[in-house]
């Protein structure tokens, strides 16, 4: 399999960011005193300046050894002043006694994996999953472990559990359409990025996902220097026959529309993708496919309902609002009734879940 990932580097950024703080906090200083001690760590450590940061935490841990809090944080600025080793150590200490040690678990695993031990880091996150096994964020860190071991199908299961486990991360979803789009399975990537660009639609990765979303629905067809044929690319878009070769047409046929002097006219790049996922989502809703696989088994349902309750252009205008913000805005304002109930069924939507691994 020949893998194409265009902007991935970009986003390898770990988790411990995302969910710095450990909870299950065991502690014999007073709470208020021992929060005013970390709380000026961690400013200390923002500012980066982690020997004082780390000097704070030692003084804190030798009165009160126990607190976990304390504890993670000193391994959290071991590690940012780059002394790996203190920080793994720093790590397991606290695993010993924490009820609930996810964090240390991820801060031990970042370090391996920047140690160049990969296969450390997995062990260590299947440890952590053994104690907490329905934690996305270990899943997620094991994902992007086995990416860069170049293990894309198993990356791809870890993605599958991360964001089965937790439907609102974003960057599970972002790295599942980047895996499908390197396969070519590009309704599943479409499916993946649609549900990242509606959880963050106004980052810069969105700007470079919404690319490489137009460039899939664009695929499939070319117009000859004429202006005057639209050439349908049979051979490359179907290969082999599977349950999404009705899609992959229907998608390249939607293609062909926007590519004809009809479509064109009066259309902006917004409207054109709308009418694309709208037709898209619209189909799948009216026929009946074969797919039994984790993207149609996750994502279907969602899609199909969008276009049963005519709410595929508040989906859109939602989700692909950085392609041309000030369009999107206007629709926004003009349109509230349809936005407030796509925003309202969209929060209350339930997505599968560890049924369908």
């Known amino acids: ?30 709470p208020a005193e021992a929060d005013a ?8 450590h923002d500012q980066h300046r982690y020997a004082e940061a780390i000097q704070l935490y030692n003084g804190l841990l030798k009165r009160d050894p126990n607190n976990t809090r304390a504890i993670y944080e000193m391994g959290y600025s071991y590690a940012a002043n780059h002394q790996l080793q203190k920080a793994m150590e ?3 200490r606290g695993i010993r ?19 160049g031990k990969p296969r450390e880091a997995l062990a260590c996150y299947r440890d952590g999953l ?37 439907p609102n991360h974003p960057t599970s979803q972002m790295m599942l359409g980047q895996l499908w789009e390197a396969e070519h399975m590009r309704i599943q990537a479409v499916f993946a990025y649609m549900r990242f660009l509606s959880l963050e639609p ?39 026959k599977n349950a999404y070769t009705d899609l992959n047409v229907m998608l390249s046929l939607n293609n062909t529309l926007i590519l004809s002097k009809e479509g064109i006219a009066g259309k902006t ?33 969602y899609y199909r309902t969008l276009a049963d309750k005519k709410l595929t252009q508040a989906f859109c205008m939602t989700a692909l609002q950085s392609a041309a913000p000030g ?27 560890k049924e369908i691994l």
């Not at 996922?277 to 149609?296: C, I, P, Q, V």
């Not at 003009?334 to 309202?344: D, S, V």
């Open 327 to 353: 369009e999107a805005e206007i629709w926004q304002k003009t349109h509230k009734e349809q936005l407030t109930a796509f925003r309202k069924w969209n929060r209350a939507y339930k997505f599968p879940g």
């Open 202 to 240: 106004n980052s810069p990765r969105a700007k470079l996902i919404v690319t490489e979303l137009r460039r899939i629905l664009s695929s499939g067809v070319t117009k000859t220097k004429k202006g005057t044929a639209i050439t349908l690319n049979l051979n490359d878009l179907l290969g082999k």
């Open 97 to 115: 006694i924490a009820k609930n040690p996810t964090m240390l678990y991820l801060l031990k695993g970042n370090c391996l994996d920047d140690l």
């Open 37 to 44: 001690i970390i709380n000026k760590g961690i400013r200390l």
């Open 90 to 92: 720093t790590a397991d």
């Open 269 to 301: 790049d917004m409207d054109k993708m709308c009418f694309q996922l709208s037709r898209l989502f619209k189909f799948m809703a009216e026929h009946h496919t074969e797919a039994n696989d984790f993207a149609w088994k996750y994502y279907s349902n």
């Open 130 to 166: 053994k104690r907490s096994p329905d934690e996305y964020l270990l899943y997620y860190n094991m994902g992007l472990t086995l990416f860069r071991m170049k293990k894309y199908g198993k990356a791809e299961k870890a993605f599958q559990h991360s964001s089965v486990l937790n």
């Open 1 to 30: 399999m020949n893998y194409r990932f265009v902007i991935i580097s970009i986003f390898l950024v770990f988790a411990l960011g995302c969910a710095r703080r450990p909870g299950n906090i065991v502690t014999t200083v007073p």
